[in-house]
Structures are given as C-alpha cells and as structure tokens.
C-alpha cells in the first residue's frame, strides 16, 4: 500500500522494509491490534513477539555467526598468501652489451671492368680491428612482446690480393648501423617457459670502403680506393624462447632469417643470465650472416661471437 493513501496519527508513519529471513511473531495469549481507515490491521512489536526486531537491519551476527566469520576470513586471507604470485603483467628490459665477432666474408666488385676485374674480391678474417656498442630492448605486456636492437660495428680488415703482381694489399672497412625492431606473440606462456613468435624488420645502413695498395715494381699498378654507402631493409620473422631455469639462472634463445634489401640474412641469438635484485649479468653468443649481391656487387658477411653485458628490468 502506498504510504500517502494512509490516514496516520499524528506522530505515526508508515514504512516497507523487506527482511532477508522470515520474521515469526508469537502473541502468546495477547495480542494488541489496530486498524487504519483502510481497513488494514497492525499487530504492536512488544519484546518477546517478534524474534527479532525488523527495525534494526541489517542485524548483527550472533557471536557463533560472527567468530565463524572471522575463522573463514583467516582461512581465504591464508589461502591468498600460498598462491604463487604469477609474473608481472608488464616488463621493460634495458640490455647493453658488448659483441666480439670474428669476421669473414667477400666484399667488393667482381668481373666485368676493365681496371680492377677480380682484383678487389677479396676474402678476410684476420688482420681485424673491430669497435662498436650495442643496445637491446625489450618490453612485454600480456602475451604481447615488442623487440629491439641496435648494433653499431666499425671494422677494419687487410688482406693480399688474389693478384699479388698488381696490388701489395687491399684494406677494407665497413662502417654503419644494423637496428631491429620486432613484434610477437606469445603462444607457450607458463610459469617458467614462455616461446613467442615475432615478425618486424632489420635495417642496414653501411658505409663499405676498398683500398688498394700499389703493387710492387715495375709491374705494379697504382694505388686505388672505392667507397660507397648503402641502406636497405629485411623484412624478419623468428622465434623467442626463455627458460627461468631456477629464481636466480635463466636462458634466453633467439633465431630469426629475413630477405628483401639482402638475397638472404639470417640469427642466432643465445644468452644465459644470473639474476641479482637490480638486474641480471648475461653472456652467450650472437652469430649474423648476411648476403647481399646484386650483379658484379658482392657483399657477404658472416659475424659469429661471444656477448657479454647487463640486463635491467624496469
């Protein structure tokens, strides 16, 4: 019934409560009433009628009902603190390092002219002087991974020539960036094994300059030198694979190849680390082959060495 259709006395309302449990009412013998001018009836709530008061709600607990409570609440409280804390569901890794390759390789011009013909083909891999710094990235939200990597190589390498009678010596050095950028999903993600496949590019920006020394007399040409800068790109595709072999020993695995810019570049990339409270320290290996050749223009690299450097987590 409506409050407002009611006729009350002066000092009386009229509410609803809707009660969650059955309310008994025991008149026990006596029983005092009254009607309103609806012709509805009321029964007084005299202590002892009703087993409970329906004015007062919520209610509180019983003492059994509420010690209950509170042994139920320690047991969910206990019960969180034995569940393994899963990983974070973000990560940002910050990874210098330092690659010592060793080199080989062809880099120059081969048939066809006239003035150098096969003579600044050539084979290296000793006589090496090699600098550079390297930076790796990685972030991780969900399964989602997101991958970089910039290198930077100056490298410098001697060899004789395949023609000893015209030039004593060539001298080679490549210079330049190679960046990465990838991203992936991971479709194997447990506690402590995650493998992820990834899909980007790798750029190349290399400076390529060929130095020939004069040959011995009287046969001997004159010195020459011939530098170029290149710039293309690979499209990449691979797989990520990290083990958490225990809470300090860990291994990360990576092997990639692509093609596009190059007839064809390929990566293996494996490290294993020993992690502290601020980071891990890391070593392992990097191996990079690249083959880029376009009629009498051969560039063929193969860089295979050990890493070692730091890992931030963030």
Request: charged share 20%.
């Amino acid at each position: 019934m409506p409050p407002d259709r009611a006729k009350l006395p002066e000092g009386w309302s009229l509410e609803a409560v809707k009660l969650d449990e059955d309310l008994a009412i025991d008149a026990k013998g006596l029983a005092s009433m009254v009607q309103d001018d609806l012709e509805n009836m009321y029964q007084a709530r005299i202590d002892g009628v009703c087993s409970f008061d329906p004015w007062k709600w919520p209610r509180q607990p019983s003492p059994a009902k509420e010690t209950l409570m509170r042994a139920l609440g320690l047991a969910l409280v206990a019960t969180v603190c034995l569940v393994p804390v899963a990983a974070p569901a973000f990560e940002f890794h910050l990874t210098p390092y330092f690659w010592i390759p060793s080199i080989d390789g062809t880099v120059g011009q081969g048939g066809g002219n006239a003035d150098t013909g096969d003579l600044v083909t050539l084979d290296f891999s000793n006589d090496l002087k090699l600098g550079g710094a390297m930076v790796n990235l990685s972030w991780r939200e969900g399964r989602f991974v997101t991958l970089g990597d910039w290198t930077y190589a100056n490298v410098t390498g001697t060899s004789a020539t395949p023609n000893g009678w015209a030039y004593s010596s060539v001298e080679v050095q490549i210079r330049g960036n190679v960046a990465q950028f990838y991203m992936g999903y991971e479709f194997l993600d447990r506690q402590d094994l995650r493998l992820a496949g990834f899909t980007g590019a790798r750029l190349y920006d290399l400076y390529g300059r060929i130095t020939l020394e004069a040959g011995p007399p009287p046969s001997g040409w004159s010195g020459q030198e011939l530098a170029a800068t290149t710039t293309w790109v690979d499209a990449v595709g691979g797989l990520r694979f990290e083990w958490d072999i225990s809470e300090h020993w860990w291994l990360v695995a990576t092997g990639d190849a692509g093609t596009g810019g190059s007839n064809l570049s390929w990566q293996a990339y494996g490290v294993g680390g020993y992690q502290f409270g601020w980071g891990s320290v890391l070593l392992g290996w990097r191996h990079l082959s690249i083959d880029k050749g376009q009629d009498r223009t051969q560039l063929k690299l193969t860089m295979s060495g050990p890493v070692v450097g730091v890992d931030f987590v963030f």
